[in-house]
């Protein structure tokens, strides 16, 4: 079984500022892909991120990095330069030897002007 | 490339009512998945078609639950018997073809429907 972790239930930045979301997981699967979405208040998710388990630098698309850490399971979300666009839930998820992507609970991001 | 996209944007009904929603994936993708969300909870796997195919069913979506994906194309979830439990957003997504799933297949999300049930 696969589970994912978010302790954070809300977070605050200053805009410009960096944050990190924190992100856990578990699974028995050696192969695995890690993933961040973004649902604004409009509902749709938003693919941000991707990194695979293989993987050995660690993924960055724009403002947005991922911490990987495979001995700890951890799979951080950085955000640099935060935007006030940047406010909405942030959802780690994870896909490992089936088809389901799981998803954590999601952590809620405000950014202060 | 237009996007996933679900209709209605908002459902309310009362217990007891059949709801259905549609859902038009991005059309060069052969793959749709059906999730839920409750509030303050991430999204839950219902179904998953491959093509025309349902290949599984959670175990969360009870009898009265029905999902179609007629000709590999759209897709509707149908509810029966609403309860107030069902009260949820409903996401559908879409992924590219390809014969096998990969870790690292990124899923394409439509906005959802939001359904309450008095």
């Known amino acids: 079984a696969q589970k994912i972790t978010q302790t954070q239930p809300g977070m605050f930045v200053q805009e410009k500022e960096a944050v990190t979301l924190d992100c856990t997981y578990d699974t028995s699967d050696q192969s695995y892909g890690l993933f961040w979405y973004k649902q604004p208040s409009s509902g749709e998710m938003i693919f941000l991120i991707y990194q695979g388990s293989y993987d050995e630098q660690n993924a960055t698309e724009g403002r947005y990095s991922l911490n990987f850490q495979k001995a700890r399971k951890s799979a951080n979300l950085v955000i640099s330069a935060s935007q006030l666009g940047d406010s909405a839930m942030y959802f780690c998820a994870m896909r490992g030897s089936n088809y389901k992507l799981t998803f954590g609970k999601g952590t809620l991001l405000t950014v202060n002007p | ?118």
């Open chain 2, 1 to 118: 490339d237009t996007g996933v996209s679900q209709d209605p944007r908002h459902k309310i009904t009362k217990r007891g009512q059949n709801v259905t929603f549609r859902c038009d994936p991005i059309s060069e993708h052969n793959r749709l998945y059906w999730y839920r969300q409750t509030l303050g909870q991430g999204p839950e796997f219902l179904t998953y078609f491959q093509n025309e195919a349902q290949l599984e069913k959670s175990r969360l979506l009870s009898d009265r639950f029905s999902a179609e994906r007629p000709k590999g194309s759209f897709s509707t979830l149908e509810i029966q018997r609403t309860e107030q439990g069902d009260s949820a957003m409903y996401l559908c997504a879409s992924s590219p073809r390809g014969s096998q799933v990969a870790t690292n297949e990124k899923l394409f999300f439509g906005s959802g429907t939001q359904l309450s049930v008095l």
